[in-house]
């Protein structure tokens, strides 16, 4: 284990067999339908690339970029499109794919955002939620795990841009974040 990781919460075991899960069931959910698996920068790129290997039906890729955190803990509220998508999404059925549901600010605002582009459809997958946090009016159509209120990474979550290589979640030792801050 990574010396700042106070535990692992979730094994890598673990999220990998829920991964094949959540694919499985979009599998079925979405047959006959054509999918754009739009992935949220940075942090669910590993899950992007896991869920989607598990996902049996005509697929594109995308990608957003939307400004976050930084290097603190606390959602800014404040959401800006750094990186649009590179396709037309009107008339496709699109899959919103995001490591973390957290306040819901985020998501929220690209959920509004996307629907005034006249998609068919807009599902979120989310590997986490931690409903604790939620302020934004939003639940997550396909969730991996809920978690308790902890800072997490790992698994493509990061704090500070580090961790987002481990390949297993855990909760970080807070003296790192007091140290950042
Ligand atoms: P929201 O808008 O508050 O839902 O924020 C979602 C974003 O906050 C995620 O995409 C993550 O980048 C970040 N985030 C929220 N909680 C955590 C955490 O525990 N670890 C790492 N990033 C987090
Ligand atoms: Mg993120």
Redesign the pocket.
Known sequence: MHNDIARVLIETSDIQKRVAELGAQITGDYRGRDVVAVG?LK??IIFYADLTRHIDLPLTMDFMSIS??GNS?K?S?V?QIRKDLDHNIMGKHVLLI????????????LSEVLATREPASIRICTL?D?PV????DIQPDYRGFI?PD????GYG???AERYRNLSYIGV?KPKVYEQAN
Not at 98 to 109: A, M, P, V, Y
Not at 133 to 136: C, G, I, L, T, Y
Not at 150 to 153: D, S, T
């Open positions: 949220i942090g669910s976050s955190y803990r959602s509220g959401v995001e490591d973390i549901l957290d306040s819901g600010q985020t998501l929220s605002f986490l931690k946090q939620r302020v934004a978690i902890e800072f997490v990474v979550l990061d704090h970080l």
